[in-house]
């Protein structure tokens, strides 16, 4: 389609700023990106959406335009919602590079360009999928109830005859067939998204075919509007978090034609993701702004206020949350150089749902932030019953990842682990200081365990980290003093850093790449170390006896 087409659209609210006479150049596809250098995502010919949050200062615009010219946009659209106004250098750097810019009223939603311009592409590419896709706008339109990934998936099997479900990455049900035909089983969703995670980790080209149960099915990616092919990124930022399409068919000969229908399917199913995950963004900023005051030391009373703000959003109906829980999740990559918070966070949004609801929209009220490669999710437990031993229930660990664990464990393959921990409940904003850090000693708990996917509670730190406190400082000193001491006298008459390094290595968990890369050593020279602690304490920094011994002896030192 022709940029003209889409200044020519009233619902799409754009207003041109610049590049009156370019406007018959072609639009191949769309991208929505915050980042400072998106050119990996880009493969040329895209309408690029943003809502500036790259831009800094005046300075910015220049090499971000300049960037989105090399790698052949087609053109630019500045959303209006953050800065009022689209900047007068940003219009100046489209202008000197002749890139055509519109602004996008602030009352205009990106996803809402994105599908107009997919309906648009795609129906051009496939007679069949643009009246799949008309029928498609006229059932959004009609009302909230006529959209929703289950409209795509009627209308496939109504005009294709074809059966298909969503699922997320941990093989939860988002969305099937309203048709005849036996349901897809829990533990047939969750092979499924094994099989599509252990393919896309290897790098096998979609659609995916697996034969279960005597069924064949065609497995294909849906990934978000904003991002570029598979082949143009690291698969190891998305492949937890993006949702897939399973077809009850054969794939693998199928015409060009019925491949694209299929592919622009998932196009507009991803348009209902980005929705399901801008209705999120409230509840991830109000945990981002609580997970700064607790860590920051605010007082309770501040704290406080801020829960009562959060309650109406996650509790909709049930007022304040009595009690909260907080859990923390860590996804670590062997040598990948990606922001790994975001994908613990999409991660943990989707483990803390129950795996038995169904739907985009389930009534997950958890607000999940991310602190550096870390994700913290605070979750509102309207009430906590106590069992017959006194405990009280709420989040487990353990059952947090019963339903998970095979699939998460395909998409992690050999070079990913993810460990998980969870917090006690506490009934006010005084407890919550206390339920962080607790959270985050039973993850470095579930860390030193081996296997990809593990998880540990705060019942676990029971037998240590909650006793230290109680523990005489006769025992506390001998015991820091038999194992600590060495390592002390070394570094005193060598000027080393045995101690800094121990530490550096155990919150690492650890991995050799990630401790080597925080002490800015040599992997090699982080092993001469490591070997030489263990020499001077007789201890095994691989077992983990060994490193709980460790690990206590830092906390009470």
Not at 302 to 310: D, G, Q, T
Request: negative net charge; charged residues 25%; contains cysteine.
């Amino acid at each position: 389609m022709r940029l003209r087409a889409l200044l020519d659209t009233d619902a799409l609210g754009l207003k041109l700023l610049g590049g009156e006479d370019e406007l018959d150049r072609t639009v191949r596809g769309v991208m929505t990106t915050d980042l400072r250098d998106p050119s990996r995502y880009l493969s040329g010919g895209e309408l690029v959406l943003t809502g500036l949050a790259w831009r800094r200062d005046a300075a910015d615009s220049e090499p971000f335009v300049r960037i989105l010219v090399q790698e052949g946009v087609t053109a630019l659209a500045a959303g209006e919602a953050e800065l009022g106004d689209v900047p007068d250098d940003l219009v100046e750097a489209c202008a000197r590079h002749r890139l055509p810019l519109f602004a996008v009223h602030e009352s205009v939603a990106f996803a809402t360009i994105t599908e107009h311009v997919v309906r648009q592409v795609s129906g051009e590419r496939a007679g069949d999928l643009a009246a799949v896709v008309d029928r498609h706008r006229r059932m959004m339109t009609s009302g909230p109830a006529g959209g929703g990934p289950d409209v795509v998936l009627d209308l496939l099997g109504s005009d294709l005859d074809l059966r298909a479900w969503v699922l997320s990455p941990t093989g939860r049900l988002i969305a099937g067939p309203k048709t005849s035909g036996p349901a897809l089983t829990a533990e047939a969703c969750g092979r499924l998204a094994a099989e599509h995670l252990a393919a896309t980790r290897t790098g096998r080209r979609a659609p995916h075919r697996v034969l279960l149960g005597g069924t064949t099915y065609s497995l294909f990616p849906i990934r978000s509007t904003g991002r570029a092919p598979q082949t143009a990124r690291d698969a190891r930022e998305t492949v937890l978090s993006d949702w897939l399409l399973a077809v009850e068919a054969d794939a693998g000969d199928w015409a060009e034609e019925r491949l694209d229908l299929l592919y622009g399917v998932t196009q507009l199913i991803a348009v209902e993701r980005d929705r399901r995950d801008a209705a999120r963004t409230v509840r991830r900023r109000l945990a981002q702004e609580l997970l700064e005051l607790v860590q920051t030391g605010a007082a309770p009373a501040e704290i406080a206020a801020r829960l009562r703000v959060a309650a109406p959003v996650l509790l909709p109906g049930l007022g304040a949350a009595p009690h909260w829980q907080v859990v923390v999740a860590r996804v670590d990559w062997d040598g990948a150089e990606i922001d790994q918070g975001p994908v613990a966070q999409a991660l943990l949004e989707e483990i803390l749902v129950d795996p038995l609801s169904a739907g985009p929209e389930p009534s997950d009220r958890i607000a999940v932030a991310h602190t550096g490669d870390e994700a913290v999710a605070l979750v509102p437990l309207p009430a906590v019953s106590t069992e017959h031993d006194g405990s009280e229930t709420g989040v487990l660990a353990d059952a947090l990842l019963e339903s998970v664990r095979d699939p998460l464990t395909a998409g992690l393959d050999d070079d990913g682990r993810l460990t998980l921990g969870v917090s006690a409940a506490v009934h006010s904003a005084e407890g919550l200081r206390g339920a962080l850090e607790e959270a985050r000693h039973a993850r470095r708990v579930a860390a030193a365990r081996p296997g990809r996917v593990c998880a540990a509670g705060h019942q676990e730190l029971a037998s240590h980290v909650l006793l230290l406190p109680f523990v005489p400082d006769d025992v506390r000193r001998a015991f820091t003093a038999r194992l600590l001491d060495p390592l002390r006298d070394y570094d005193r008459r060598h000027r080393a850093e045995l101690i800094p390094t121990l530490e550096a290595f155990l919150d690492c968990d650890g991995s050799w790449t990630r401790c080597a890369g925080r002490l800015h050593l040599h992997v090699n020279t982080l092993r001469y170390r490591v070997g030489r602690i263990e020499q001077l304490t007789s201890r095994d920094l691989s077992r983990l006896e060994d490193k709980l011994d460790f690990f206590l002896a830092l906390r009470m030192s």
